[in-house]
């Protein structure tokens, strides 16, 4: 079975991107032939700066490897590596609609806080869907605020096929039962984010211990006292699911095991249960982080085996198309 799956470096990682992302990385990468992608030109759709972007791909690879992936076993790699990535996204345009694109949340949600916006933010889903589509993704490991990009991805798939003969395999998002998309802390109805989060709301991978205390102490609640997982218990239903992913504990498990104690007591335990969580990934990427040459021996060998792999689909496509080729 071969798995993909991508994450942009912009941006300090947090307790979501654990949850729907490194979490589920670090769990396939065991079920087949796993390929990790840093989606570093993801990034320049959206005003950067340089010098931040090259250190935070650095330190999200670090960040994959503290979270439990191992690049001798997985191709972990940055994406402009590969120029296989760039060559498909043209390729693949030629077969997704401006109105597919146009109806896409997340550009609509991302070009509403932008001043300018770019070309690159409305076609990144199609670059995405190269990304996954030249590995022959059989499952994409990803949050469920990214079906709808996995959705779009098997309709190209299946309109190239269509169009040209049968050339991907059609792949299928995997999402995390529980904890698939934990929420902001100070404003439970948002996700959990670097860009569009609160300060306070935002648990980073990296936080201290007592700022995730702190940060759990003024986490916005509900009405009322029950630790309960309901529709119209929002603040506290996130922090059950964010102890879910702390401890491994089901929901049920947890609303019985505080039941009658108050929200006070249920807030301090969930904030000690994240700090246990990070503590090893914390002190591991700092283990990593601090060898800069081998990290970059290790992506130069992430590289060289995913452009292996993609080449040979990149050649089928441009075959298919009908394009001329030398040698």
């Known amino acids: 079975m071969r798995i993909f799956s ?22 396939t990468q065991e079920q087949g032939e796993a390929f990790f992608c840093i989606v570093d030109l993801h990034s320049v759709s959206v005003p950067y700066d340089p010098a931040d972007l090259r250190e935070r791909t650095l330190d999200l690879f670090a960040m994959l490897v503290a979270t439990g992936l191992d690049p001798e076993r997985s191709t972990v790699f940055a994406q402009s590596h590969v120029t296989a990535h760039a060559e498909a ?47 022959q993704t059989d499952i994409v ?20 096929n ?59 609640t509900d009405s009322g006292r029950e630790v309960v997982h309901s529709e119209d218990k929002p603040g506290i239903s996130n922090l059950i699911e964010i102890m879910t992913v702390s401890t491994g504990e089901s929901i049920e498990a947890i609303q019985s095991r505080y039941d009658g104690q108050g929200y006070g007591a249920f807030k301090t335990e969930v904030a000690e249960s994240v700090i246990a969580l990070l503590k090893p990934f914390q002190e591991r990427f700092r283990e990593v982080r601090e060898d800069p040459g081998e990290l ?11 452009a292996e792999v993609s080449r040979s689909t990149l050649e089928t496509m441009y075959e298919r198309m009908g394009f001329v080729r030398l040698g």
């Open 162 to 220: 269509s169009r040209y003969g049968t050339t991907f395999t059609l792949p299928r998002g995997v999402y995390p039962e529980v904890g698939a998309k934990i929420m902001d802390l100070q404003e439970p109805e948002k996700k959990m984010s670097t860009t569009g989060g609160t300060e306070q709301g935002t648990v980073f991978i990296l936080d201290p211990p007592d700022e995730i205390r702190h940060k759990f102490k003024v986490a916005v």
């Open 89 to 135: 996204n043209w390729l693949l345009s030629s077969v997704t609609s401006f109105g597919e694109l146009r109806r896409m949340t997340q550009f609509k949600e991302k070009s509403e806080a932008q001043e300018f916006v770019s070309a690159g933010l409305f076609t990144y889903p199609v670059l995405q869907a190269g990304d996954i589509l030249l590995y």
């Open 296 to 306: 970059q021996r290790l992506l130069a060998l992430g590289a060289d085996k995913a």
């Open 6 to 27: 991508g994450i942009q470096p912009t941006g300090a990682k947090h307790l979501g991107n654990y949850a729907g992302g490194f979490r589920q990385y670090a769990a």
């Open 141 to 160: 490991p990803v949050g469920i605020d990214q079906r709808q990009h996995i959705e779009l991805t098997r309709d190209v798939a299946e309109r190239f």
